[in-house]
């Protein structure tokens, strides 16, 4: 049976993913992957939490406006689709560190999320292997990135003080909680997936070797 998840990566060139660059999505992520330096120096130089919380909102703004745009102007590209998760990462990773630094989060929760993604780019090159791209990605990793983005400007407005801040605290841990959970399952979701590709995989080259060889035997 071929595999369900994933794309071989000779596809990813292909008409669902053609290879555009100057495109106005490509261009929103990259402006989107310009505000990971800018949004870290905010909340750790001049701790100007305020600002560090607009550039974090004007981020899911263009993320959100970047897939539309996409899609309605038929402009999907193969950049976009490794621009738009590599900004979604380099903004979670951002904010555990500086959070961690700031002691608004306990390290052993950053290094949790971390070390998920450490584990998961490990398959990458399996992946490569065998001549799959990575499995896309499923509405289960939206979800909890979804979350995690949700949760951090929150708990940063929870930094402050007065009944705002009283109010986010609560609801920015429910996100973390939720966000962590779905982000771990999701992970192992995306094993599972990769497991499949490498046995699907395996199994057609065995299949194919010993049809070979049974044709060699039976000219």
Not at 55 to 80: C, H, I
Not at 185 to 203: E, K, S, T
Request: proline share 8%.
């Amino acid at each position: 049976m071929p595999p369900t998840t994933g794309e071989p990566a000779a596809d990813l060139t292909g008409a669902q993913a053609p290879d555009r660059v100057l495109t106005l999505p490509n261009l929103l992520s990259v402006l989107r992957l310009l505000g990971v330096p800018l949004f870290l120096w905010l909340l750790l130089g001049p701790h100007a939490d305020g600002w560090a919380l607009l550039v974090l909102m004007l981020s899911g703004l263009t993320d959100w406006a970047d897939g539309k745009l996409a899609r309605l102007l038929n402009q999907t590209s193969r950049l976009g689709t490794l621009l738009d998760p590599a900004a979604d990462r380099l903004y979670i990773l951002c904010t555990l560190i500086a959070f961690v630094v700031r002691d608004i989060i306990p390290l052993w929760l950053a290094a949790l999320l971390v070390g998920r993604d450490l584990v998961l780019a490990c398959t990458l090159p399996v992946l490569r292997r065998y001549g799959y791209g990575p499995p896309p990605v499923h509405h289960l990793g939206k979800a909890a990135t979804f979350a995690l983005l949700y949760a951090f400007p929150a708990l940063l407005l929870a930094e402050g003080h007065g009944t705002p801040s009283d109010i986010a605290r609560p609801i920015g841990w429910a996100f973390v909680i939720w966000g962590t959970g779905l982000y771990l399952w999701a992970g192992v979701l995306y094993l599972v997936q990769v497991v499949g590709l490498v046995r699907a995989a395996r199994a057609g080259g065995a299949a194919g070797g010993a049809a070979a060889a049974a044709e060699a035997a039976h000219p």
